[in-house]
């Protein structure tokens, strides 16, 4: 997708595909062209070049059929706090053309999966910040989507409210859903997110697993070893074992580095009983997401 505005180019060929039941997260900082993006793939905004499909049918600005697909949930609530839960979710469902006992159904599911069952009856004026979001959220899923888009739904929520609302959207790929998710929060992505796509001045800089983003960048777990007495003997097996690249000696221990770090644990601890060493204690320290984005666009997510 490209996206134009006079000379300056706010999205410029950013692409991505999200499978039935997978959690896609596209970060990037303030102005990065999230906004844009999502605009465009809902078919909210024109777009300068490149095609978006959702579910076998392509997505423009007339294509009812197509925008049908997609279940949007803004960063901005778009919710009426006059009516009542029920109410805001009876009017977008008529506008979906959902009607009689189809669209109560729909309403007591939505209501239900994120946790409102019980106050669908309250204005949502009444709502908390974090009840507001949640309701946000069902809005979204009334039509019951094969694409739902979420950007930014925990902004502003208090920690009860939000461990909810992530539970809610991790529940939806065991469903089948394909959930597309923008965050500032790198431990949500982490959480969530099958894939992630990292986009910066308009550009797709990277995507693929954490495990994938993390080789990219050359980045490699560090196992670290606690061990009373000499380690000396202990890193020297170590050092031509398979899968580990590096042994440092510490005081107090060593630490390995290798490619996946959880993989070898095993032969850490059979080479330690080997020698007759005593090992107190093993951590596997992962390069995390926010390394991995600090290192491909210069910047912190919440730059």
Do not use: W
């Not at 910066?200 to 080789?215: H, I, K, N, W």
């Not at 644990?265 to 330690?272: E, K, N, S, Y």
């Amino acid at each position: 997708m490209r996206k134009r505005y006079g000379d300056r180019t706010a999205v410029d060929g950013v692409g991505f595909e999200i499978g039935a039941g997978e959690c896609y997260g596209l970060l990037g900082p303030n102005g990065a062209g999230k906004t844009t993006t999502i605009s465009m793939l809902c078919g909210l905004l024109h777009r300068d070049g490149g095609d978006v499909t959702v579910d076998g049918k392509p997505v423009h600005e007339g294509a009812t059929d197509a925008k049908a697909a997609i279940g949007y949930v803004p960063q901005d609530i778009a919710l009426y706090d006059e009516l009542t839960a029920a109410d805001n979710l009876t009017f977008f469902g008529r506008l979906y053309g959902l009607e009689g006992a189809h669209l109560k159904e729909r309403i007591e599911f939505a209501l239900s999966v994120v946790g409102l069952a019980d106050r669908g009856n309250d204005r949502v004026g009444s709502y908390s910040g974090g009840m507001k979001r949640r309701a946000n959220i069902a809005a979204g899923l009334l039509h019951d989507p094969k694409l739902l888009v979420l950007d930014e739904p925990t902004v502003g929520v208090d920690p009860q409210s939000r461990h909810a609302i992530l539970e809610t959207v991790a529940g939806f790929g065991r469903e089948g859903m394909a959930v597309l998710y923008t965050t500032h929060y790198m431990e949500e992505a982490e959480r969530l997110c099958d894939r992630v796509g990292v986009i910066d001045e308009g550009r797709l800089v990277a995507e693929g697993t954490r495990r994938e983003l993390v080789a990219q960048v050359g980045g490699r777990d560090r196992v670290r070893v606690s061990m009373a007495g000499n380690a000396t003997e202990l890193a020297d097996r170590l050092r031509s074992a398979e899968g580990i690249e590096q042994v440092e000696v510490h005081e107090g221990g060593l630490e390995v580095l290798a490619g996946e770090g959880r993989r070898v644990l095993r032969t850490v601890v059979d080479a330690a009983d080997a020698l007759g060493v005593e090992v107190d204690g093993i951590e596997v320290v992962q390069l995390d997401l926010e390394a991995v984005f600090l290192h491909l666009t210069g910047k912190a997510l919440r730059d």
